[in-house]
Structure formats: C-alpha cells, structure tokens
C-alpha cells in the first residue's frame, strides 16, 4: 500500500493517516503496517459505525443497493449470507443450475434448503447457462432462483427474463456475480436484476484475493445483515478491505475491453459474451500449450483440458496483451471433442479403479478439475474417454482417489 491514496478510499485514507505505534494487538507478525485489528480508529465491521460503514454505505450506493456488505472470505461467505436471508424470507426450496458453484450446493446443505436442479446441457465441454423455460420450470417447484452471472467462460444466463419470472411469481431472485464484479454501472450488471447478489471483487476487479461484497435490495436487505453477522470472519482484514473498496471504485478501462476482443478475434478464442474472460480451444494440446506459454512466464486463470482460460480486469494492461497475443501466434491446436454425457446403470458396489482403465464404467463421485470446479463427469455417468484425458492430464482435481475414480460395479 505505497504512493497515493486512492480518490474517494476512505478505508485507506485511515490506515494512512495513522503513523506507526507500538503493536500490543493481533495480529502477531507485530510489523507496524497497515495490517491492523480493530483499534480505537479504525471501526468494527462488525457493527460498523466509523469509517466502515461509511465505506459499505457508499458502495451500496455505487452498486445500487439498498445494502451492501464487505467480505473478505470471498463469494463464498457472500452465498451463504445471501442464501441465509432467502431462507429467513420463507424460502426452502432454490432452484439452481446443475453446474452451479460448491459453495451453493453446501448452503443449502448446511441450511436444510432443498436445491431444485436446472438442467445445463454441455455443448463441447462447456455447461450452457440453464434455458428460460428450464428456470421457469424449476421456479415453479421452488421458492427462489438463484442463477451464475456470468460463468467462468464468460457467459450470462438470461436475467432480465429471469426477474420477470420472479416478479410475477414474488418470489426471490439471488445471483452469483463471483466473476461480474467489473460489470458495475453497465446493463448486464446482476444488480440491475437481483434481490440479493454477490460481486467477486478479487477476481476481476483489482482487490487483493478474498475481497468480496454482498448486497441486497430493500425487501431483503436486513434479512442479509443477519446472514451477514452469522457467516462472515470476526476478524476482518483490513488490507482486504481496504482494496474492496479501491476495486469497487476502479473505473472501466474501455481500451483493455476493445483491445480484449481483437485479441479474442485473433486467437479464435470462443465467441463469449464478456470481455474479461477469454478463452481458447486447445483440446488434446492444451496441456502442451500452457507449458509452452508458462515457458515464457505466461500463466493463465485454467486449463480444463480443453480450454485454456485467460482471465482479465480492467488493470489488465495493453501490453500484457499484446505479449499474449503474440505468445498464442503459432501454438499448435487439437479438437475439443463433444463427448456426449450418457445416463449409466448407477448402483450396485463402488470400486476405485485406475483412471486408464475407467472408460465405459458408470462414474459413482462427481470428479472433476479446478478452477473452474465443475465436474467433468458426474455420479451416474458413462465416463467417456475424453474424461479420462482431461482428468489423467489435470494438475488439480477433485473427487479422484489417489489418481483413481470410484465407479460402480455391474
Ligand atoms: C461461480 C462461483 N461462485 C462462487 C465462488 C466462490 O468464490 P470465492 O473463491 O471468492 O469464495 C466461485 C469461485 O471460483 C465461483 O466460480
């Protein structure tokens, strides 16, 4: 936190304007910085009355809210705070996309809330954004519609007709913005829809990693401060949120947006719809092309064994993308295979089997690579050959046992 202090940061003008002092606090490092506890000055975000809730009141205002609350345990503290409220609001079943994030699905386990799934066809590798009459559906089995906006490959379900399937059946709708923060102020941003929503400032706006924001509009908004108090760290960072506040106030940076695009045009990334997230068929050769590009110090946000997925901010500089744009130039590309999910004969025993030998047999635990931590094969499935490559060649999965994947024995 060197040179200027940001326009209009309240949270680090404080930590500024104090000089140094002797620490007899946490936490223990002792080093006489900015990372401080709650101190005379410095407000208590958990009944704020300072410089705190000066910070969050400006923020709802930024973000249309009626309330907005600062986290810094991520989007997955915003979820539960938000799926809390819907639930003190007299919902008890939500409908959710089938590939919706983890965090959702054990909300609602911790909660006693029932998920209602809606059905996310995978077109060559990717889920699609649930269908309106797929949320229409679901809606009318459950209390609350809670949909991603946008998802990590850079697509945005259809929200404007989602509020009107929520309007006219009063019932709650609740967004998972972890990866639209950066779209404040434009018209696909999910607080120009939703009742209660989260913004995952660290990811694509510039905060520091765990930097979040949840907010509601009137109706629900106290309902979210319970959830809020019951789910969030008693022992706020306050770098963290210094830096929500600073990334919430970052301004667009249209030139990146444009220079995005062309980029996108130029790798024959996929057509998605939002410019922060691009994200570039490699297929069998993807493994090959992230060394390649990790060679020349380049890293990108995952590689799901297809795709290679870089993700951007407005603090994305155009050089970085030009570096990017070149290093992608003559990278041999494979075929992303559209390996169908078929339905297996569940049941029976489950077995650990070695991924080699796993084709064909019926997957028993969701298995999959993160980021983007979406299943690649889900309990129940036929495990095509596809899946073997992608989840053999994975740097990080999840549901495999010591490299091997439980099935079902006949
Ligand atoms: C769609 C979605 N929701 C929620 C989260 C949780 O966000 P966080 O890691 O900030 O807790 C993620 C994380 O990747 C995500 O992809």
Redesign the pocket.
Same mark, same amino acid.
């Given at each position: 936190m060197r040179g200027r202090v940001p326009r209009g940061c309240r949270i680090y003008a404080m930590l500024r304007a104090q000089g140094r002092h002797l620490s007899f606090h946490t936490p223990g490092h002792k080093r006489r910085g900015e990372d401080i506890t709650e101190l005379s000055y410095s407000d208590n975000l958990l009944s704020p009355t300072g410089v705190l809730a000066a910070a969050e009141k400006e923020i709802a205002a930024l973000l249309g809210a009626e309330k907005s609350f600062l986290l810094t345990d991520? $989007?997955?503290c915003g979820?539960f705070a938000m799926l809390y409220a819907a639930k003190r609001l007299g919902a008890a079943k939500i409908a959710v996309s089938a590939y919706c %994030?983890r $965090?959702v699905l054990n909300a609602c386990g911790v909660m006693g809330l029932t998920p209602v799934f809606m059905e996310q066809p995978v077109r060559c590798g990717i889920p699609a954004q649930p269908a309106v009459c797929e949320m229409a559906r679901a809606l009318a089995q459950a209390d609350a519609l809670l949909l991603?906006s946008p998802?990590?490959y850079g697509y945005f379900p259809d929200l404007a007709a989602a509020r009107s399937l929520c309007v006219a059946a009063g019932k709650l709708l609740l967004v998972?913005g =972890? %990866?639209g923060a950066h779209l404040k102020g434009t018209p696909r941003y999910a607080g120009n829809f939703a009742d209660l929503w989260v913004d995952?400032v660290?990811k694509s706006l510039p905060a520091l990693t765990?930097g =979040?924001v949840v907010s509601a509009k009137e109706g629900a908004a106290e309902a979210l401060a319970d959830g809020v108090r019951i789910f969030r760290t008693s022992s706020p960072s306050y770098p963290v949120m210094a830096s929500v506040e600073y990334a919430v106030r970052y301004p667009r940076n249209r030139a990146v947006e444009r220079a995005a695009e062309a980029l996108k045009r130029e790798a024959g990334a996929l057509k998605n719809e939002d410019w922060s997230k691009i994200v570039v068929p490699f297929g069998e050769k993807s493994g090959a092309a992230q060394q390649a590009l990790e060679r020349r110090r380049i890293y990108c946000e995952f590689n799901d064994g297809n795709y290679l997925m870089f993700y951007l901010s407005p603090a994305t500089t155009l050089r970085a993308l030009k570096k990017l744009a070149s290093a992608l130039r003559g990278l041999p590309r494979g075929h992303v295979r559209d390996e169908a999910h078929t339905a297996g004969m569940g049941g029976g025993n489950v077995v650990l089997c070695p991924l080699k030998e796993a084709a064909g047999k019926v997957c028993a635990c969701d298995c999959g690579i993160f *980021? *983007?931590?979406m299943p690649v094969v889900r309990r129940g499935e036929t495990i095509g050959s596809d899946a073997v490559r992608r989840l053999s060649e994975a740097k990080n999965t999840f549901g495999l046992t010591d490299g091997k994947i439980k099935v079902y024995t006949e």
């Open positions: 991520g $989007s997955t979820v %994030h $965090s991603t998802d990590y998972d =972890a %990866h995952g660290h765990q =979040a *980021p *983007p931590c």
